[in-house]
């Protein structure tokens, strides 16, 4: 069993930078993926990064060249850094763990945290 916790989600006007962090827990046999999905009411959960115990790395085109998924030594931290953030990039945003596949298919990742909310005003 894997316990992820995110934090540091907040508001900021758009162009700002917010960068968001997992803690991650547990027993994490068969776990090589951690990644950020984003929710808004009425729309499905989008998968926005994804980093591999290698270090590859694959992003949604939405957010290339705006936001960096890294992670610390240990593995221990996911974190997520926002920069030119944009009012459509406003949403509860989930920290995931899977298996040994780079993907932003929701199906691939077993582990959840609860979430955090990024709101970005005009």
């Known amino acids: 069993q894997v316990q992820l916790v995110e934090s540091g989600g907040g508001s900021v006007q758009a162009g700002g930078s917010l960068r968001l962090s997992c803690a991650v827990s547990?027993?994490?046999?068969?776990?090589?993926?951690l990644s950020w999905f984003r929710q808004t009411p009425g729309r499905e959960r989008e998968g926005v990064a994804t980093i591999h115990t290698h270090g590859n790395t694959i992003y949604a085109d939405s957010v290339k060249g705006r936001f960096t998924i890294s992670q610390d030594n240990a593995q221990n931290t996911l974190y997520l850094q926002m920069n030119s953030l944009k009012p459509e990039d406003t949403g509860t945003y989930y920290c995931a763990a899977g298996g040994w596949r780079l993907s932003l298919d929701r199906d691939f990742f077993r582990y959840w945290g609860q979430g955090t909310q990024v709101t970005v005003s005009h």
């Open positions: 547990g027993n994490r046999y068969n776990v090589y993926t």
